[in-house]
């Protein structure tokens, strides 16, 4: 088996609380998940982020096959072990990286060849290896390698970019169903195995998206992503695209929308029926000072905090919150010392998860009353 997904209340909007049964943790959805870019969460260590509650993080494949190579972690054992993190892990197809850190990228229907960021190297993603490397990496979730559109793009662009997604999608499902069952610690953990999820594209167009969701589904994956979404785009257009996808997705399978948002919008789409999303945004955020709390936005480095006492955000129980003030995480920030970007970013995630664990019980709370 590699995930079960059950529905524990549904709302009239759609919004579900859920339970995704992965092999290395139960998640309890909607849920919001912690961005660990290079085997790590930035700034945080693991004993931290499962005190905070990260039941679910994500680990990028474009990094980690540049560095340490997929193979060494393969052969420690997969990335759970080597970087000691016990609960549910997610890892992207590699291909939203290649596509904003390479200018230099060559696209083909066999894949999409690149210059590494980090010393020119040439090196190539086809949808087999990419599923290959996440294998090796060993997360609970794949996803299928894609084509993220660009914005704004052309319809021109848009249709051949979703004809390369479909492509690869099969392609990634095909080599998936043949080899996905190598995973390190599958007799670890009775047998269990990894699933794949497919992504839907089509950029700001609804009947691609449609379309990409409808052949998608054909292709029976574990669960849906929409991705290509917080590109540069309006918000109305994020949200129009989303509402557009959710009701073509199956209702028995998780679903998530890949690199959002804001607080005020993870709570949103969760209400409307999203089971997962990621970004990179409260980690990011925090190591450039900003704080998001229950009163709004605080930029930690204005002047106005050098001698205020109050904790970042009064209504938040965090242990940054409960510990330090303004003024000291100010003083940090000014300093340019290291803890700075630790106790910003423990906050900033605290808070994201806050917001799930908030949602998730109105959204039983609603569907009992
Ligand atoms: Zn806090």
């Known amino acids: 088996m590699s995930l079960a997904f059950e529905i524990l209340a549904e709302t009239a909007a759609g919004g579900r609380r859920g339970r995704l049964d992965l092999p290395h943790q139960a998640v ?182 449609r379309q990409c969701a409808e052949r998608l589904v054909e292709m029976d994956f574990d669960g849906y992503a929409i991705g290509g979404l917080s590109v540069g785009e309006p918000r109305e257009l994020t949200l129009e695209m989303i509402a557009e996808v959710l009701p073509l997705l199956p209702k028995d399978k998780p679903r998530y929308v890949m690199g959002v948002g804001y607080p005020d919008e993870i709570e949103q789409y969760a209400r409307m029926g999203v089971d997962m999303m990621d970004c990179v945004l409260p980690t990011r955020a925090a190591r450039h000072g900003l704080l998001f709390t229950s009163e709004g936005r605080v930029n930690i480095k204005n002047k106005q905090y050098a001698e205020d006492q109050n904790p970042p955000d009064p209504r938040c129980d965090c242990p940054v919150c409960r510990r330090y003030s303004r003024a000291y995480l100010r003083h940090l920030m000014q300093a340019g010392e290291a803890l700075s970007g630790t106790l910003n970013t423990i906050h900033n995630l605290a808070y994201y998860l806050g917001i799930m664990e908030r949602v998730r019980g109105e959204l039983e709370s609603r569907t009992n009353g």
């Not at 790590?40 to 993080?57: H, N, S, Y």
């Not at 390479?102 to 020119?120: M, P």
């Not at 499902?173 to 599958?186: L, S, T």
Request: hydrophobic letters at 40%.
């Open 28 to 209: 309890e959805t909607p849920v919001f998940m912690p961005v660990g870019t290079q085997g790590t969460v930035k700034a945080v260590a693991q004993d931290v982020l499962e005190g905070l509650g990260a039941q679910i993080i994500l680990g990028n494949t474009y990094h980690l096959y540049l560095r340490p190579g997929h193979e060494a972690i393969g052969r420690m054992g997969g990335l759970h072990k080597f970087m000691s993190w016990r609960r549910a892990m997610l890892t992207d197809s590699g291909g939203f990286q290649v596509f904003s850190l390479n200018a230099l990228r060559k696209v083909t229907d066999e894949g999409v060849q690149f210059r590494s960021h980090l010393d020119g190297s040439s090196h190539s993603f086809t949808p087999e290896h990419s599923i290959g490397v996440q294998v090796a990496l060993g997360a609970d979730i794949c996803m299928a390698f894609d084509e993220c559109t660009e914005y704004p793009a052309e319809r021109a662009r848009a249709e051949e970019s979703l004809r390369l997604t479909m492509a690869w999608a099969r392609r990634s499902r095909e080599h998936f169903r043949a080899h996905g069952e190598n995973v390190a610690w599958r007799e670890g953990l009775g047998g269990r195995t990894q699933s794949l999820f497919g992504i839907v594209q089509g950029g700001m167009y609804a009947d691609l998206r």
